[in-house]
């Protein structure tokens, strides 16, 4: 089946740094990638979609200035958390998804942590 | 945001017996649904998925029921076996201008041996 990468898979950071997120579709090309934030034993939460060569398009509540996400080719896209704070520690996921209906495949996650 | 189910309950069952998990979902809109397992520390995992002209789909061991009159999803797992144990999670496609996929808050499985 289709693969999807993350890198990388934990991160520890100090307060105030900027972190980025790789998210890569390997064997398929993905017309559209989604993002999600996991806090412990709750759900995924959508932050914002993206397709490439477009801006993404965020959920109510999330920050576009606060989560920079690039889709600039049709196998990679990047989250970048800029000035993170320990509140923002989290699992974030991305998925993907080759057509306009297909199935979403999930990356394996990234764990970051704000110190 | 959106959210399909209403809690987050968790479900223990004896190794061997079936396994029914619910989820309501509240887009009545919705054409498309999809069960995911999550193990800890990993991401989603595909397991079966069923379409609004559907009400019933079989799987290998995995039943999905949808019942849209009382907008209501169900997964059966049969002859649960300890590496079942996982976070349940039904999604909803979002029929929306774009499609996405909106996860419901889980259940957690736990397989006795």
């Known amino acids: 089946g289709a693969v999807v990468s993350q890198h990388p898979s934990w991160v520890i950071c100090k307060s105030g740094t900027s972190v980025k997120i790789e998210c890569r579709s390997l064997?398929?090309?993905?017309?559209?990638m989604f993002w999600y934030r996991q806090f412990p034993k709750q759900s995924l939460m959508l932050m914002a979609t993206?397709?490439?060569?477009?801006?993404?398009?965020?959920e109510q509540g999330v920050e576009k200035d606060k989560f920079l996400i690039n889709h600039a080719s049709l196998t990679l896209s990047t989250l970048t958390v800029t000035s993170a704070h320990p509140e923002d520690s989290s699992f974030y996921i991305c998925?993907?998804?080759?057509?306009?209906?297909?199935?979403?495949?999930f990356g394996p996650g990234t764990r970051l942590t704000v110190l | 945001g959106e959210s399909v189910g209403l809690h987050l309950p968790t479900l223990s069952v004896q190794e061997g017996d079936n396994s029914i998990i619910n989820c309501a979902y509240s887009?009545?809109?919705?054409?498309?649904f999809i069960w995911y397992k999550q193990e800890s520390g990993k991401g989603p995992q595909f397991i079966i998925d069923?379409?609004?002209?559907?009400d019933k789909r079989q799987g290998q061991r995995v039943t999905v029921l949808l019942n849209k009159t009382v907008k209501h999803l169900s997964l059966q797992i049969a002859a649960t076996q300890p590496g079942d144990s996982a976070v349940y999670f039904c999604?909803?496609?979002?029929?929306?201008?774009?499609?996405?996929?909106?996860f419901g808050p889980g259940t957690s499985l736990s397989v006795i041996p």
């Open positions: 998925s993907a998804r080759q057509t306009n209906r297909g199935e979403q495949f």
């Open positions: 064997d398929f090309q993905a017309t559209t």
């Open positions: 993206s397709n490439e060569g477009s801006k993404a398009t965020y």
């Open positions: 887009n009545s809109a919705s054409d498309y």
């Open positions: 069923i379409r609004s002209n559907m």
């Open positions: 999604a909803e496609n979002w029929g929306t201008s774009y499609d996405k996929v909106i």
